[in-house]
């Protein structure tokens, strides 16, 4: 019984200890996804006015041709950047995001080549033999725009050098403190549906448009930053979506090691009522015993 009550106790000591992680963690993520979540409100704007903007540019001077906005006849080979965290203990944020790349490289039924940011990323697509080479970590939680321009840099060259014939970019989009979703968007080239709309858009408008400097100068400036600032943007959210999801994580962690300890709490005193009750019995019957044998003596 005394062996039991203390591996109780000990474990009780463990699960504390364990819990005073858990809310560090949980504390240590609520600070940080107000500051994540305002570098994404800030960037937002930005990122979705410049992907108008190229698309507008390269709706109205459809016959220029770049390289970084042709149409492949066919697609034999896919870049996927996929954007996930460096460190785990953050629910199911990670497996969402890989899971939902995958699906994707599954259903496309082309060769893939991987643009990978994030620990969990690379470890997940090397152990599945998948190509890591392109491959950067160390950020997750705080990216910056060089970051970003690396990523997007070498996305842009194996588009143009004929290496992919398209790029998709798989990030977790941050909603609300309490809602964050996995989002696939196809970065290049920019898609027919795009163009079709702005086409649309711009003949209700009757818009016309003269360039200057060339068109094609323009397009030289506008699509490296369009792609730099899609990338960082997709760092950004996914970021706040990381510190929101472990700060949940570690929520529910914390409630649960609560739980555990008043169940094992109560166990211990429950154990620590029968050793006492054991006690007191062994005393009384003792006493008992004293008691007949002095009342079966010599009178």
Excluded: C
Aim: charged fraction near 30%; hydrophobic fraction near 35%.
């Amino acid at each position: 019984m005394a062996q039991q009550l203390r591996d109780v106790k000990r474990r009780i000591g463990s699960v504390e200890s364990t819990q005073k992680i858990t809310r560090a963690m949980e504390l240590i993520s609520s600070s940080r996804i107000i500051k994540a979540q305002q570098r994404v409100e800030a960037a937002r704007p930005y990122a979705e006015t410049m992907r108008r903007l190229l698309v507008s540019v390269a709706t109205n001077a459809s016959n220029v041709e770049h390289p970084l906005l042709q149409q492949r006849d066919e697609v034999n080979k896919v870049g996927h950047i996929v954007v996930s965290s460096d460190r785990g203990l953050a629910g199911a944020y990670n497996s969402n995001v890989i899971r939902t790349a995958e699906r994707d490289m599954q259903a496309e039924g082309a060769d893939v080549r991987l643009f990978l940011t994030g620990k969990k990323a690379v470890s997940y697509f090397r152990f599945r033999g998948y190509d890591t080479d392109e491959s950067w970590t160390g950020f997750s939680d705080k990216p910056g725009i060089e970051d970003a321009r690396n990523v997007a840099s070498a996305a842009a060259k194996a588009f143009s050098d004929g290496e992919v014939d398209q790029v998709k970019l798989t990030y977790t989009r941050f909603e609300s403190s309490a809602v964050q979703r996995p989002h696939l968007t196809q970065v290049l080239p920019l898609t027919e549906e795009e163009l079709e709309a702005a086409e649309e858009d711009d003949a209700g408008k009757g818009a016309q448009y003269e360039f200057e400097p060339s068109p094609e100068e323009i397009l030289d400036y506008l699509l490296p930053r369009y792609l730099e600032s899609t990338v960082y943007q997709a760092l950004l959210e996914a970021a706040a979506s990381e510190h929101a999801a472990r700060r949940r994580a570690m929520k529910a962690a914390s409630d649960n090691a609560e739980e555990l300890i008043e169940d094992l709490t109560r166990d211990y005193n429950q154990a620590r009522q029968a050793e006492i009750t054991t006690e007191i019995m062994e005393v009384v019957g003792g006493a008992e015993a004293l008691a007949g044998n002095a009342s079966d003596g010599p009178s």
